[in-house]
Antibody, heavy 122, light 106 residues
Framework: EVQLLASGGGLIQPGGSLRLSCAAS????????MGWVRQAPGKGLEWVSI????????YYADSVKGRFTISRDISRNTLYLHLTSLRAGDTAVYYC???????????????WGQGTLVTVSS | DIQMTQSPSTLSASVGDRVTITCRAS??????LAWYQQKPGKAPKLLIY???TLQSGVPARFSGSGSGTEFTLTVSSLQPDDFASYFC????????FGGGTKVEIK
């Protein structure tokens, strides 16, 4: 059974950094492209980043480019999102999600984790 | 960037109603469109991909149609479990989501 368990969220001051983790089970993170999607409180969904199954291609939304970094650890079967230079506008629930392809950055998500809340506030 | 516009933003309906939600793209996305259902406090759930392909395990009362710039999600007979929010997502060029449609009880 495919499962994704996100963690690492919390309250962080503007300008701070945080690393989110997403532990996968039921499949290998190097077999599919995976990504992060966020949702600000009471708002819609916003795609954040995708990493290819090979780990050699990464893609970012313009709103986070240069500040967020996606990565994964095959030995831990875990996806990460490193958030830096955080702003109030980054406050959201961050979901990790699996795609159905190995390398395409343009795809949909068939499994989602439960989300982890990041609150950026002083 | 491709903008996705959903309508209506809120829809009031009763159990047994036929419900249709529309999603429009700012430019052609062929059939590269997915639909998700989300309940409060939960992660989104994939319903349909490639505009009209039903994800495994999703009830047949859900269906999707359209291509190019206009798409619809239809629930043929609304069930109590279907009161939720629905989002479309294009994957033709990068990724982007519609603003969502909340289906509430009339």
């Amino acid at each position: 059974e495919v499962q994704l368990l996100a963690s690492g969220g919390g309250l962080i001051q503007p300008g701070g950094s945080l690393r989110l983790s997403c532990a996968a089970s039921g499949f290998n993170v190097n077999a599919y492209a995976m990504g992060w999607v966020r949702q600000a409180p009471g708002k819609g969904l916003e795609w954040v980043s995708i990493i290819s199954g090979g780990g050699d291609n990464t893609y970012y939304a313009d709103s986070v480019k240069g500040r967020f970094t996606i990565s994964r650890d095959i030995s831990r079967n875990t996806l990460y999102l490193h958030l830096t230079s955080l702003r109030a506008g980054d406050t959201a629930v961050y979901y990790c999600a699996k795609t159905t392809l190995f390398s395409s950055p343009r795809h949909f998500f068939d499994y989602w984790g439960q989300g982890t809340l990041v609150t950026v506030s002083s | 960037d491709i903008q996705m516009t959903q309508s209506p933003s809120t829809l009031s309906a009763s159990v047994g109603d036929r419900v249709t939600i529309t999603c429009r793209a700012s430019q052609s996305i062929n059939s590269w469109l997915a639909w998700y259902q989300q309940k409060p406090g939960k992660a989104p759930k994939l319903l349909i991909y490639k505009a009209s392909t039903l994800q495994s395990g999703v009830p047949a009362r859900f269906s999707g149609s359209g291509s190019g710039t206009e798409f619809t999600l239809t629930v043929s007979s609304l069930q109590p479990d279907d009161f939720a929010s629905y989002f479309c997502q294009q994957y033709h060029s990068q990724l982007s989501f519609g603003g969502g449609t909340k289906v509430e009880i009339k």
